[in-house]
């Protein structure tokens, strides 16, 4: 390609990706990347499959039937979702009767990058957004859902 000539790789199918490289050089060199995200959990279902759009709405209705009849005795809970490079990282805030956080009121739960097969919002409203796990040792898959009065599709792209 040094020589201009074409051949076996015609020049054309070559191109330059400065652009992407220098993204992957910033990534690699800041391994403590972080997005952070504030939504509501709505819950988990386990799924028959590891990936696919049709698998997460079906999860999503699921959820979102059995929120229905429950929604009003126990409301969706607020949480962040600090996505990285290592994984998905569920930070629940559980509010006492006084209404104030506590380091120690913090739930979390961790799901390795390795683990999370598929992640998408939902083709009508793009405020549910979903992502599915695999078990680290079994053949089972569960998928995890989230609102937000916003747009989830940030979340998705991450």
């Not at 998905?88 to 506590?102: G, N, Q, R």
Request: hydrophobic share 40%; proline share 5%; aromatic share 10%.
């Amino acid at each position: 390609m040094r020589t201009g000539e074409r051949g076996i790789f015609p020049a054309f199918y070559a191109h330059e990706v400065i652009g992407h490289s220098k993204e992957m050089l910033a990534m690699k060199r800041n391994p403590a990347w972080i997005e952070t995200f504030d939504v509501q959990f709505l819950g988990s279902v386990e799924v028959p499959q590891h990936q696919g759009n049709g698998i997460l709405c079906a999860a999503m209705q699921k959820i979102a039937l059995s929120r229905k009849r429950t929604v009003h005795v126990r409301p969706p809970s607020l949480c962040e979702l600090e996505i990285s490079l290592q994984g998905v990282k569920l930070i629940m805030s559980l509010e006492d009767e006084y209404d104030c956080l506590d380091e120690f009121d913090r739930c979390s739960h961790f799901f390795q990058m390795k683990n999370i097969s598929f992640c998408g919002c939902h083709p009508r409203n793009n405020c549910y957004f979903g992502f599915i796990t695999k078990h680290p040792m079994l053949s089972r898959f569960a998928c995890h859902v989230f609102v937000s009065q916003e747009s989830m599709r940030p979340v998705a792209e991450c």
